[in-house]
């Protein structure tokens, strides 16, 4: 069964440090969703991409936060630089389609970040 | 706006017995409603989801959720729990007002813990 990859699973860094993310999702998924878990709450949707566009970053902090999907396929979410706040589990999500379907994300194993 | 609420931090239960996790929604239009699973340090599972049609939905691991438009509720149920159960439940709505996209909202989560 295809999954969506994530790496590194566990980061641990120092505050003003920079950190970034990998995802890759499921072949052929078009939308890809990266959320911010912050421990005792439900994820919270951070940025969307439709193919290699941004369609939703309502919530990205842009001053310090980027996420890039350059050809459409994988994907980097990129913290510069990381403040203690920060330390919570980013999900990576994709799903086949979005515009008018109500389609269901598949999510990855997610990254723990530790910002000491 | 847009909300899901999960009234219960903890639902406890025996094993073998019938468990119920309540999830209740705020939307403006006709929701789509989704139930997810979340086990210690992973990223979440797919269980089930509304869309449309019957009130009964049947999902993966012998799940079923139930819609109630006029209690504006989606609980999630399982006739007998068992202790491979226990991890952590999330409920989401569609955002209907993300412009056609999948914009998920979801609530705090329910601690689900069964005991032998």
């Known amino acids: 069964e295809a999954e969506v990859a994530q790496s590194p699973r566990y980061k641990i860094t120092e505050k003003s440090q920079a950190v970034a993310f990998w995802c890759d999702p499921i072949s052929g998924h078009a939308t890809l969703y990266w959320y911010r878990q912050i421990l005792g709450q439900g994820p919270e949707l951070l940025v969307q991409f439709q193919d290699e566009s941004v369609v939703d970053d309502s919530q990205l902090p842009k001053d310090r936060f980027s996420a890039e999907r350059l050809k459409g396929v994988d994907s980097t979410l990129k913290i510069q630089p990381a403040e203690l706040g920060d330390s919570a589990m980013y999900l990576c999500?994709?799903?086949?389609?979005?515009?008018?379907?109500?389609?269901?994300?598949?999510f990855g194993p997610g990254t723990r970040l530790l910002v000491l | 706006a847009q909300s899901v609420a999960q009234p219960e931090d903890q639902v406890n239960v025996a094993e073998g017995n019938p468990l119920t996790v309540k999830c209740t929604y705020s939307?403006?239009?006709?929701?789509?409603l989704f139930w997810y699973v979340q086990y210690p340090n992973r990223g979440l599972q797919f269980l089930l989801k509304y869309i449309t049609g019957d009130n009964l939905v049947k999902g993966s691991y012998g799940f079923e959720a139930e819609f109630n438009k006029s209690q504006t509720s989606f609980h999630l149920k399982k006739p007998s729990a068992l202790v491979s159960d226990s991890a952590l439940y999330f409920c989401a709505v569609r955002d209907l007002f993300s412009g056609g996209y999948n914009k998920l909202i979801f609530g705090a989560g329910t601690r689900l813990a069964v005991h032998p």
């Open positions: 999500a994709s799903s086949p389609t979005t515009t008018g379907v109500v389609e269901t994300q598949y």
């Open positions: 939307v403006s239009g006709n929701p789509y």
